[in-house]
């Protein structure tokens, strides 16, 4: 039996279609019983056999926190996918963040103990390597006073506990991919950013970060439980891009003009000091932060070198082809909206 944890986010659900392509027994998790017609929704951009796939998959409510009931889903489980965790960038979030994905990791990874699991496969991020002005790798170290996204630190934590959990006799792979870009999630996330840009973007940035197609994530991450590499960690770019460029390709995906001004850290300085007073007067949602801001002008060149000599067929999809694939679905869903 196949564990997914997160199995109704943008990685756990497109990972349970690629699972349920073999015939396998699969269980993943959930928290809301509408989040699952979602997934149902990702299943038909890609087949027109959804109700056969569909139901290859038992469903089990439970939180990351919720131990009895994360303790009954592990009942004759032999690999884990732990795709679940929660994503912001807001400083107010961090109990939160810390509860979801570094708690809720811990409790994963005790699990896997007791219950002597195969093969942890953890979806982490390249938010959590370390920072090098030239080139990204798996070896670049972590510096927690580089550091001060949250987010950042509390997957750096869970990662953590995998590696404790490795020690512990729980064979593991962690991979940590670049910006997900996949369809079916565009209110949330990397997602927003074909909302966004379809309504007109003004301004771009400076910054430099690796992107990757979704499809191409829990591809990477199959091939992996399924092979004899264990214990390691794995960078999943396919693409390393401006974001001036990335803002260009998907504008030109999307039918719309790109922005042609720059923003400078000064009007970046600006713009999230006038949002975080939005959200003190009025309780306006964050959409800007001081992290989120340094992120957007900061250039990171990370290096997927490690997993394509461990996986020499596999191939990354150029992303230009992903946001082209992405942005149709995109469209197709605002025009029936």
Not at 12 to 38: C, P, V
Not at 121 to 144: F, L, N, Q, R
């Amino acid at each position: 039996m196949i564990l997914v944890t997160g199995g109704t986010g943008l990685v756990g659900s497109h990972l349970l279609f690629e699972l349920t392509k073999a015939d396998q027994n699969i269980r993943a998790l959930y928290r809301r019983t509408e989040s699952i017609e979602k997934v149902k929704t990702i299943f038909s951009y890609y087949s027109n056999n959804i109700d056969t796939q569909f139901k290859k998959i038992e469903w089990v409510q439970a939180d990351l926190n919720d131990v009895p009931r994360l303790n009954a889903a592990f009942e004759d489980v032999s690999h884990v996918y732990h795709c679940a965790a929660l994503i912001s960038f807001a400083p107010k979030d961090f109990t939160q963040l810390n509860k979801t994905n570094t708690e809720g990791t811990a409790n994963i990874v005790n699990l896997c103990i007791i219950h002597s699991i195969q093969k942890l496969c953890y979806v982490s991020s390249v938010a959590t390597m370390g920072v090098d002005p030239h080139k990204i790798t798996e070896e670049t170290t972590w510096k927690s006073e580089d550091i001060q996204n949250v987010y950042a630190i509390t997957k750096h934590n869970a990662e953590m506990e995998v590696w404790r959990g490795i020690q512990e006799g729980v064979p593991s792979v962690i991979v940590n991919p670049g910006v997900i870009l996949g369809a079916g999630f565009f209110n949330s996330g990397s997602g927003l950013l074909f909302k966004v840009i379809h309504k007109g973007l003004r301004y771009k940035t400076e910054g430099v970060t690796g992107y990757v197609g979704v499809n191409d994530v829990v591809k990477s991450m199959v091939l992996l439980m399924n092979s004899n590499h264990t214990n390691e960690r794995y960078i999943l770019v396919s693409d390393t891009l401006t974001f001036g460029d990335f803002t260009k390709t998907l504008s030109n995906a999307l039918g719309v003009k790109p922005p042609k001004k720059t923003a400078k850290n000064w009007m970046l300085s600006m713009a999230w000091r006038l949002d975080w007073l939005a959200y003190i007067i009025i309780g306006k949602k964050r959409l800007l932060t001081r992290n989120m801001c340094r992120t957007l002008n900061s250039k990171n060149y990370y290096s997927s070198e490690k997993f394509l000599n461990a996986e020499k067929k596999f191939k990354f999809t150029p992303i230009s082809k992903t946001i082209s694939e992405v942005s149709q679905i995109y469209l197709k869903e605002v025009r029936a909206s």
